[in-house]
Nanobody, 128 residues
Framework: QLQLVESGGGLVQDGGSLRLSCVAVGSLDHYAIAWFRQAPGKEREWVSC????????KYAGSVKGRFTISRDDAKKTVYLQMNSLRPADSGSYYC??????????????????????WGKGTLVTVPS
């Protein structure tokens, strides 16, 4: 069993930065971790994922070059550094955990169907 708690969201100006954290209660190092987001009235969207032991990372095209995912298993924490934020980045951000082998199911992304555990989200707002 794994519990995930996100934090770090908030209101930030267009072009600003935020760092989201996802803290685990349980053995974070057993899992690959992903970030998803959902804007009001829109479908959930995959953002990024990181393999077990941080050997590999993947990013959605809309955030590549602006967002960086990382993990510190000693602190049981996964981070999402978000730079050059835009209004389109607004939404609730969720971290999720999957079995390590699931990370390799798809070459260019990670999918919600593979996630076993989810946090409750943290809200990011970038006003236009």
């Amino acid at each position: 069993q794994l519990q995930l708690v996100e934090s770090g969201g908030g209101l930030v100006q267009d072009g600003g930065s935020l760092r989201l954290s996802c803290v685990a209660v349980g053995s974070l190092d057993h899992y690959a971790i992903a970030w998803f987001r959902q804007a009001p009235g829109k479908e959930r969207e995959w953002v990024s994922c990181i393999s077990r032991s941080a050997v590999s990372t993947k990013y959605a095209g809309s955030v590549k070059g602006r967002f960086t995912i990382s993990r510190d298993d000693a602190k049981k924490t996964v981070y999402l550094q978000m730079n050059s934020l835009r209004p389109a980045d607004s939404g609730s951000y969720y971290c999720a955990a999957a079995q390590p082998r699931s990370y390799h199911n798809y070459r260019d992304n990670c999918r919600a169907d593979d996630m076993l555990y989810w946090g409750k989200g943290t809200l990011v707002t970038v006003p236009s």
